[in-house]
């Protein structure tokens, strides 16, 4: 397992219980497994915005665990159940990470500049996107429906 998956599981109670239902269907030594998944679920610190240690920061969607066509009432009730389980007092790291992704995705136009315009594709303008398709370098494609949306918002203004 990667340490980013390994990380993302220590901070996100559904993908903890994915992975060890997954561990107790898959592995013969789960047991163990389970075990050690358990005890870095609980006593893990360490957080995906560290990057230090070369870690990539998920994406806002993983944040919430939400698919990337999610409508606002998705957004929102993923986020008030997420602070449910990470208070403010207790984890302070995770709750600054879940209220900054919800802000990132909290309306439409939001998530239209974040999917467009995301920091972690490396993509920074339209211009960048045509200049990325002529030269050929490997970056995250642009969503078309999303561009299509932009531009038309573009068209309005």
């Known amino acids: 397992m990667t340490t980013r998956r390994m990380m993302a599981l220590t901070h996100f109670p559904r993908l903890q219980r994915r992975a060890i239902e997954n561990l107790k269907k898959n592995s013969r030594t789960g047991i163990r497994s389970l075990h050690h998944l358990k005890r870095a679920a609980i006593g893990s610190s360490t957080y995906l915005n560290?990057?230090?240690?070369?870690?990539?920061?998920?994406?806002?969607?993983?944040?919430?665990?939400?698919?990337?066509?999610?409508?606002?009432?998705?957004?929102?009730?993923?986020?008030?159940?997420?602070?449910?389980?990470?208070?403010?007092?207790?984890?302070?790291?995770?709750?600054?990470?879940?209220?900054?992704?919800?802000?990132t995705l909290k309306n439409e136009d939001q998530r239209l500049q974040y999917d467009l315009f995301n920091r972690n594709t490396g993509i920074g303008s339209p211009f960048e996107v045509l200049l990325d398709g002529f030269t050929l370098r490997k970056r995250t494609p642009v969503k078309f429906g999303a561009m299509q949306r932009y531009l038309r918002q573009c068209a309005k203004k």
């Open 50 to 103: 560290d990057n230090a240690h070369g870690v990539e920061p998920m994406n806002s969607y993983d944040v919430l665990d939400i698919p990337c066509d999610a409508d606002d009432s998705a957004v929102r009730s993923a986020y008030l159940e997420l602070i449910k389980i990470y208070s403010p007092e207790q984890f302070p790291k995770q709750f600054k990470q879940v209220s900054e992704a919800y802000y």
